[in-house]
Every structure is written in C-alpha cells, then in structure tokens.
C-alpha cells in the first residue's frame, strides 16, 4: 500500500477540531443554548497551555474543563480558546490551543469527539520524516520504469473497522484510531 503522504489522519482530526472551535464560537456569542453543555479533555503536557501552577500541580497530565454554570470570559481564537472556570472556588483564567484538546461530550445530546494529541517535537519530526520520503520517491519515480511500478498495489484498501458488533447507543464517541494505518 502506498504511503499516505497527504496525512489525511490529521486533516481529518483538524476538521473535527473545527467542530469543537465552532461549538465553542457559538456560546461565545449567545451562551449556551437549552440543556447543550460541554466535557473538553484537555492535554496539559502540550505546548501552549496555560494554567495556574496550582492546578497543574493538582492535575498530572489531563484535566477535564466542564462549560455548563459557572464559566466566564469565553474568547475562542483560530489556534485556541481562552475561558475563565471556578476551582475550589477559585477563579482561573486557562488558555487551551486546540491542538491541545483530547475529547470533547456534550452530554445532552450524546455528542462526542476523541482525538490524538502530539507533541510539536513529535508533529514535526513526522513532517521532516514525510518530505525525506516525498523526496525519496520522487526521486525513485523519475528513475524507475513503468513496468516497475505496475506490480505495486494502487492503495484504495481501506482500513478494517476496530469493532464488528453494531451499536444501537447514539452516545458513540468517534475515534480516527479505525482509519489509521495499522
């Protein structure tokens, strides 16, 4: 199977990461509306994160943020959102890039999204990884014949589901981990 250089892994978790930037917008803007209210994961080793020492102390390496009662001062940015929660009874600002997020539920409705968080460290020795081989096939391509690359599959496989059972619970949380290459 060919390699997946377009990293459609990733396009696809931005894009649902646009889900929660757009959900976040919209309470910014009119609150939330009825019984909606959110659970975001948020991955607290990921650059860009912002809290108070206390709560880091408090919590290893993830935290969940509840956005129902008691939230304040919801700005939402193109890279991160910035919100205003009580802990203890204590007011903390925290500043959350997206890319930082893990999970995000919105219990009424039974809506939810998992995703992958990587480092940047990680992030950009995978994308120094795919130029190296994007070279190194483009190189191999212009050298090789035509009756070479007729043998190699064309990479329309797709990826068997991790679970064969059907589901009828509408509460289903969607991970990417079925369409990754295994």
């Given amino acids: 199977m060919a390699e997946d250089l377009m990293r459609y892994d990733m396009l696809a978790q931005d894009a649902l990461r646009s889900v929660v930037k757009l959900a976040l917008k919209r309470v ?68 959350v890039p997206f890319a930082a997020v893990k999970g995000f539920f ?9 995703f992958e968080v990587a480092g940047q460290e990680n992030d950009l020795e995978q994308e120094t990884a795919g130029l190296k081989v994007a070279a190194d096939n483009s190189e191999n391509q212009q050298e090789s014949t035509s009756s070479d690359s007729a043998d190699e599959g064309n990479g329309t496989e797709l990826p068997e589901p991790t679970s064969k059972k059907p589901s009828n619970d509408d509460s ?9 290459k295994k």
């Fill in 28 to 95: 910014q803007e009119s609150g939330l509306p009825g019984e909606h209210h959110f659970f975001i994961a948020v991955s607290l080793d990921h650059p860009g994160v912002k809290i108070s020492e206390r709560l880091r102390s408090k919590y290893d390496d993830e935290m969940t943020i509840v956005l129902q009662h008691q939230f304040w001062n919801l700005e939402v940015y193109d890279k991160f959102f910035e919100v205003e929660l009580s802990f203890d009874n204590t007011p903390e600002r925290l500043v």
């Fill in 106 to 114: 919105d219990p009424s409705v039974q809506f939810g999204l998992q």
């Fill in 172 to 180: 289903t949380v969607v991970s990417l981990d079925s369409f990754r």
